[in-house]
C-alpha cells in the first residue's frame, strides 16, 4: 500500500451497497436521485457514480460511489445534506424501511498509487 504524499490532503469516497427488492427499484431509484441531486451541489464533490445488476433471486442490487475533496467537504456535506433532506421531507432511513432495502455504508480514504 502507498502513503499518502505530503501536503496532499486524501478525499474521502463513501460507497454505499443496496439490495433492492425488483418491486421497490422504481421507487428506490427515484428516492436515490433525489440525494444524488442534492449531493452534486454541495462544494467539494469530486465525482459521483452508480453501479447496478441483479442476484439470483431477482433482487437489484445497487453500489454508489462519491468522492468528497477533503475531510472539511465530506463533513460539511453531511450536514447539508440533512438539511436539504429535512427540508424536502425526505426521511432516507425511513424510506429504505419502507422499500425493505438493505444498506451497508463505508467510508474510506482514497489517494493515487
Same mark, same amino acid.
Given at each position: 500500500? !502507498? %502513503?499518502? =504524499?505530503?501536503?496532499?490532503?486524501? =478525499?474521502?469516497?463513501?460507497? @454505499? ?5 425488483? *418491486? ?6 427515484? %428516492?436515490? *436521485? #433525489?440525494?444524488?441531486?442534492?449531493? +452534486? /451541489?454541495?462544494? *467539494?464533490?469530486?465525482?459521483g457514480?452508480?453501479?447496478? !445488476?441483479?442476484?439470483?433471486? *431477482? @433482487?437489484?442490487?445497487? %453500489? #454508489? #460511489?462519491?468522492?468528497?475533496k @477533503?475531510? &472539511? $467537504?465530506?463533513?460539511? %456535506? +453531511?450536514?447539508?445534506? $440533512? =438539511? +436539504?433532506?429535512?427540508?424536502? /421531507?425526505?426521511? !432516507?432511513?425511513? +424510506? ?5 432495502? =438493505?444498506? @451497508?455504508? &463505508?467510508?474510506?480514504?482514497? #489517494?493515487?498509487?
Amino acid at each position: 500500500m !502507498t %502513503a499518502r =504524499q505530503p501536503n496532499r490532503p486524501a =478525499q474521502k469516497v463513501v460507497i @454505499d451497497r443496496f439490495v433492492v427488492p425488483r *418491486g421497490s427499484r422504481a421507487s428506490f431509484v427515484e %428516492a436515490s *436521485g #433525489t440525494v444524488q441531486n442534492i449531493l +452534486k /451541489g454541495v462544494p *467539494g464533490f469530486v465525482e459521483g457514480y452508480v453501479y447496478e !445488476t441483479s442476484n439470483e433471486n *431477482g @433482487d437489484c442490487l445497487f %453500489a #454508489t #460511489t462519491v468522492v468528497w475533496k @477533503d475531510e &472539511g $467537504a465530506f463533513e460539511l %456535506a +453531511k450536514e447539508l445534506v $440533512a =438539511q +436539504k433532506l429535512r427540508e424536502l /421531507g425526505l426521511n !432516507t432511513a425511513e +424510506k429504505m424501511r419502507e422499500l425493505n432495502v =438493505q444498506i @451497508d455504508r &463505508g467510508v474510506y480514504e482514497r #489517494t493515487p498509487f
